[in-house]
C-alpha cells in the first residue's frame, strides 16, 4: 500500500497543514510521495528533506510560527511604483522568499529528496500545470509559490512559471499519475461560517478564487475517486479569508485544537 500526501496552497493558511501533518503522524500515517502546490510546496519540501515525523512536523511549526507577510515580503515604495507603471513584473521581490527556503531546504535538486517530491507550478503562457521532479529545489518552490502581480515568476527552462494554485491548487491528479493506492489530501480551507456576503473589493476577490478552488476540489475528489483511496482532511470551521485570524501562529493553534 503506498501513500501520497497532496499539500494544497492557500498562501498563511498553509499553518492549517502543521496541524493536519501531526495528526496523521500520530496515527501512524506516512508518505511514500508528497505533492505540492503554493504554500504547500514549502511545507512538502521542508518535509521531504527530513521525513515525515512528530519531530519534524513540530520542527516544520517552529518554522511558521514567527512568520510573517511583513517579513516575507516588505513592502518596498520604489519596486511598487514600478510594477504599477510597468518597469516591474511584481508588487513585491522573492528575497524574503528565497532566504527562507535556503535556511530551510536540505537538498538543492529536487530529485535529491528523502521522500519523493514533486512540485506544482504552472506556466504563465499556456496556464498549463508543470509538475517538477527534478532540478533547483529553491527556484521550483519559488515558482510554485509566485502569485502573479505579486511575486516574480521564475524563469524555468526557457518557460516563465507561476503559483501551482492557478493551474491546480490541491493537485490530486499527480498522485493519481504516481500510481499510489491512497491519496491523503490537505487542503487549507475555504471561507464557510459566513452568515453576509463579502461587500469589500478585495474580499469578494478572496471569496471568489477560495470558492472557485474548493469547488474544483470536489471535482476532483469525484473524478478520481475510482483510481485510489481518497481522503481529504477537514480544515479547520469556520475559515474567513482576509480575516482577522491572519497569523500562522494563530492558524497552528486553530488546527490542532
Known amino acids: 500500500m503506498t501513500t501520497a500526501f497532496v499539500l494544497a496552497g492557500g498562501a498563511n493558511l498553509g499553518a492549517f497543514q502543521v496541524g493536519m501533518l501531526r495528526a ?13 502546490a ?9 518535509l521531504a528533506g527530513r521525513g515525515v515525523t512528530a519531530t519534524t512536523v513540530n520542527e516544520l511549526a517552529d518554522v511558521w510560527r514567527p512568520l510573517s507577510a511583513w517579513k516575507l515580503f516588505p ?36 530529485a535529491d529528496a528523502l521522500i519523493p517530491l514533486r512540485v506544482v507550478a504552472t506556466d504563465l ?9 527534478a532540478g533547483p529545489a529553491t527556484e ?38 504516481a500510481a499510489v ?32 478552488i474548493h469547488k474544483r476540489l470536489i471535482r476532483d475528489v469525484r473524478e478520481y475517486s475510482a483510481d485510489a483511496e481518497l481522503i481529504v482532511i477537514p480544515p479547520p470551521s469556520p475559515v474567513t479569508v482576509g480575516g482577522r485570524r491572519d497569523h500562522p501562529a494563530d492558524h497552528i493553534e486553530m488546527s490542532v485544537s
Request: aromatic letters at 4%.
Open 125 to 133: 503562457l499556456s496556464g498549463n500545470e508543470v509538475g517538477i521532479t
Open 38 to 46: 503554493s504554500v504547500g510546496a514549502f511545507n512538502a519540501g521542508f
Open 181 to 212: 493506492d491512497r491519496i491523503y489530501v490537505l487542503p487549507c480551507g475555504y471561507p464557510s461560517g459566513d452568515v453576509e456576503p463579502p461587500t469589500t473589493v478585495a474580499e469578494t476577490l478572496l471569496h471568489t478564487v477560495a470558492l472557485l
Open 140 to 177: 521550483a518552490i519559488l515558482a510554485s509559490s509566485a502569485i502573479p502581480g505579486l511575486l516574480p515568476p521564475v524563469d524555468w527552462n526557457g518557460r516563465k512559471l507561476v503559483d501551482g494554485g492557478i493551474a491546480d491548487n490541491a493537485p490530486i491528479s499527480d498522485a493519481i499519475d
Open 24 to 36: 496523521l503522524v500520530e496515527r501512524g500515517t506516512t508518505p511514500d510521495v508528497l505533492i505540492g
Open 75 to 110: 513592502p518596498n515604495p520604489i519596486r511598487i511604483i514600478g510594477a504599477l507603471t510597468g518597469h516591474r513584473p511584481a508588487l513585491v521581490g522573492d528575497h524574503g522568499l528565497r532566504s527562507l527556503l535556503d535556511r530551510h531546504l536540505t537538498f538543492h535538486d529536487v
